[in-house]
């Protein structure tokens, strides 16, 4: 028998290693593993683990269709898995395991382990390129290493991919009569502990789903996206990160639907669809910095010079941040955003990040954490990659002059205070010409409870400019 390991990849169409198990005749089941105390270690957030069981779910009964039974494993930790895998595999009969390769480093080791387990049992494992379009160490400078920055690997990133192509493979064909499915629900190994694993109507899970964003937003806001992206009170953005990151859908399904739709692959800035496909690059540099650096995975900035920079710890302004209590609208309606649904649109990240550490000069770490245990699209790569190249520690980062004023944001971003208004209720009334510094206007009228701003942004940018300066010294 064939047993394949679902991770991040919990598609059936554009997965390698279900194709591959599925290539040949013979037996073929699915597992997939729950892990609650490592996803708390982890800070995976309620919402993402909602998501994803959600999708389990819907896998398994899709699975159940084609003839393939999915395994659900439980074990508390990573430590504890290579022997209950081992021990399913030799209940099951399994000769093959295959998998998506996993690109964080706990994960990394988690497999090697899992690996050896099974390998004395004399059972291989397959490995194959799941989540990114040119597997990791596939883009490399002349020396033969990773790039630093992202303009030079994006050009070669494009090059390569001229070079290699790629195709997208559809499902897999039945394997056998279709098979009962119980649902997640009525699982024992399912209980209170990892609370409710309904799909949450404002997420819906599903291959379907994830494809009819995808459509959606190249029909309605691609050829604008350059345009509209930075603007959080309009549709500008696909909000497909959550479906990527559980790998609902593939970047190579992301790339092949914009040049079906577009009719060419765009190259350059100049032409239409380019600036979409170069946030798809991004996600790809981020992940092959992850698995080419692994001191990322290991709450190490990629600069190591600035791991000596002297971040402030100060409990009642990272609570005030975490709740959206700052004083700044653009920052507070952000985070607010980011509580109440799990996601935040992606200029926000950049505002709220530079916040936290160029205005507050609180650690990136403590802001990545917290991230995690927020979003539902939560993905260490990407996470790693934003915050670090905010907080002016990472690879392209910012440079550290560069330093975002919170208001001057909301006011080029959010000019109406549209966005604002709908997650600070307290500036419900205020008018557009004090929305982003409400404060005068809101004495006037007799104060609403909306705080006042906690730093002096200008005094604060200042501070972490001699911050990075004495790095230098």
Known sequence: ??????????????????????????????????????????????????????????????????????????????????????????????????????????????????????????????????????????????????FKVFTPFSRAWFKALEEDGFVIHRAPAPRGEPLPWQPLVERTCVDAELGDVSPDPHWPVGEAEAQRRLHDFLERAVLDYGE?????????????????????ISPRQCVGALQQRLGYRPQSKAQPGFVWLNELVWREFYRHLLVLVPTLSMNLPFKPETAALPWGWDPEALAAWCEGRTGYPIVDAAMRCLNATGWMHNRLRMIVASFLTKDLHIHWRLGEDYFMSQLIDGDLA??????????????????????????????????????????????????????HQPHDWLRLKGGCGYPAPMVDHALARVKAIEMFRHLEK
């Open 1 to 146: 028998m064939k047993l394949v390991w679902f991770r991040n990849d919990f598609r059936l169409a554009d997965n390698p290693a279900l194709r591959h198990a599925c290539a040949e005749t013979g037996e073929v089941a699915a597992l997939f593993v729950i892990s609650p105390t490592q996803w708390r270690q982890h800070k995976m957030a309620a919402i993402r683990q909602r998501f994803i069981l959600a999708q389990v779910d819907a896998l398994g009964r899709e699975l159940a269709a084609l003839g393939i039974q999915l395994h659900l494993l439980r074990v508390d930790l990573f430590a504890e898995l290579p022997a209950a895998l081992a021990a399913l595999a030799l209940e099951l009969g399994v000769t093959h395991l295959y998998a998506n390769q996993a690109i964080e480093l706990d994960e990394l080791r988690r497999d090697s382990d899992v690996g050896a387990a099974l390998a004395e049992q004399e059972m291989s494992c397959h490995w194959f390129n799941g989540c990114c379009v040119l597997p990791p160490g596939r883009v490399l400078t002349g020396a033969g290493e990773m």
């Open 382 to 435: 990407a996470n790693n990659g934003g915050w670090q190249w905010a907080a002016g520690t990472g690879a392209d980062a910012a440079p550290y002059f560069r330093v975002f004023n919170p208001t001057t944001q909301g006011q080029r971003f959010d000019p109406q205070g549209d966005f604002i208004r709908t997650w600070v209720t307290e500036l419900a009334d205020v008018p557009v010409a004090y929305v």
């Open 228 to 248: 509209t992206r930075d603007f959080p009170a309009q549709a500008g953005t696909s909000i497909l990160s959550p479906y990527l990151a559980a790998g609902i």
